[in-house]
């Protein structure tokens, strides 16, 4: 068998403490690629189990007003794919966390789909998830990144009818991305009961792991969905974090605390 | 030629598809399912046919513009006249079809996108004539711009819904229309005003406007007993030149023209002309040509007419382009409006800035064609809500 990914390793390790991921989110190049990096380190110190990296785009039509506004300050700071490549070249000298490139699929489109997936490989970039860029348009970058042993990861949503999640679910890799309610990031309430039937339901029908996110801002909210989700994804509540410290001294510190409040709360669930 | 596009998936070509994001995907394919059902059934069609005829008022005439063909001394030109619809434009022949389709899928919401007005107005005129609810997303600067269709909108009962993200301009109504209906997708239907986004929506709206090149074609067999040399149109989303060219699209002595905005000059890089001077990418729900830098960033267009400031185009032309089926120019804010005048002054008639950019296409190229041969032009709407920008671009101040 070949190896463990990055991906799989961590879920597996998770697996066996029986703890949920944290998986946080943030915008990379928000408040710069610089700070970024800063800020990655200091997600894994406080307890993140896998990152997903924003890369920017003009015109992030399933995103909320925080995701937008931070989309547009890093492009206001020059941030482009290259240099989120490159920052995730810096970042993997230090550490081995999975990050996972989250975004829309023009970027990529524009960069190249081969010379991107090469590298995205070359920098140690684990998984890839392109918001829209749904399993039947995807044919011309799937089997390139299936070759490379990046996954790509496929979003379900409340939406989504059960034979097409059975049929998506079926070849999901890396792990499935449920998304907590019918709305764009950041959106209203979740419910977390609604959740656990839908994540209750679709665990029989995969071999990845569930990780569930939109809408996930508290850590009472992390809690809730961690009981039965295998992971959770927390964005803009992160991202407003960033957005209000900015370059700021006490930037590092707030976001350290966030994180490690909300991996506290999905340790305890455990014990 | 036996053209057969799109595909079952929505793909011109390398063109169109469907990126969006998970949420809404079961709703595109619900919405292909009920039009592909609709589309086989007769009584839909009759049901279109009689809003088009007694409440739109079609067929709307084809005129032949005497004096313009005498002053440019060329070509003969008729003029395919979308701007006698009700409302004023060719948009309400696309918003009578989807609002007839989002009832019979017994929805109660529509939503729409705006730039010019003339869609959203199109839009709310026949959510009142259903009693449907309504709200228009438009871009703050639109507001600006088209002060007097945001009026006609709220006196039609749509609540217009200001935009300020992004550029605060069409590309962003539309992406603030698309969070809203992901949010809301259950019950509201989003009636798309070109013939851009996800399939199946350049598919039902090049379908819809069809009916702007049937009418020309026979109208044009009656008075000169033959096809058109040129159909000329001018290029937003492109859903007045599919309506115009999709009829004529095996007739393969027919030249096929697109007119896109060059605003300040396509050199200047302020303008709106994504097939002449932009190239491949996905927005908003399919690969089209846009306007974009090298890292896939979508840029501002800019035209004077804001029914033409988007920086992409309707796949399907992207495809007819490539194929070189259709033929793209562009023609600058400067050009456009003296067109304008020239129409204005030697037919009487006023048209949107919009469509001026096709009349002024036309004013180059009829000189060059002897008096033997027919330009068909599409005349998409008229320029009662243009006369703010070209009393300003006169230095003239209107109270
Ligand atoms: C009169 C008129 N013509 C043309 C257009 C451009 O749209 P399309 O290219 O879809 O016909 C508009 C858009 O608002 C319009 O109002």
Redesign the pocket.
Known sequence: MATMSRIEATFAALRQRQETALIPFITAGDPDLKVAAEIILTLVDAGADLIELGVPFSDPMADGPTIQASSERALAAGTTLSGVLQLVAEVRKKTAVPLILMGYYNPVFCYGVERFVRDAVAAGVDGLLLVDLPPEEAAEISPLLHESGVALITLLAPTTPRERMQRLAAVAEGYLYYVSMTGVTGGQKISPEDIRLAVDDLKGMTNVPVGVGFGITTVADACAVGTFADGVVVGSALVKIIEKYGKSEELLPEVAKFVAELKGGLTALTS | MNYQYPDERGHFGQYGGRYVAETLMPALLELEQAYAEARQDPEFQREIDYYLKHYVGRPSPLYFAERLTNELGGAKIYLKREDLNHTG???VNNTVGQILLARRMGKKKVIAE???G??GVATATVAALFGMECEVFMGKEDIRRQSLNVYRMKLLGAKVIEVTSGTATLKDAMNDALRHWVTHVRDTFYVI???AGPHPYPLLVRDFQSVIGIEAKQQLQEAEGCLPDVAV?????????MGLFYPFIDDLSVQLLGVEAAGFGVATGKHAASISAGSPGVLHGNKTYLLQDDDGQIQHAHSIS???DYPGV?PEHAHLNDIERAQYVSVTDDEALHAFHQLTRLEGIIP?L??AHAIAQVIKLAPTLGADKIILVNL??RGDKDIHTVAESSGVELL
């Open positions: 434009a060719h948009k705006t730039g010019a003339q869609h005003g070109t013939v149109a001018c290029i937003g989303g492109g859903s007045n030149a804001a029914g033409l309707g949107a919009e469509s998409s709407g």
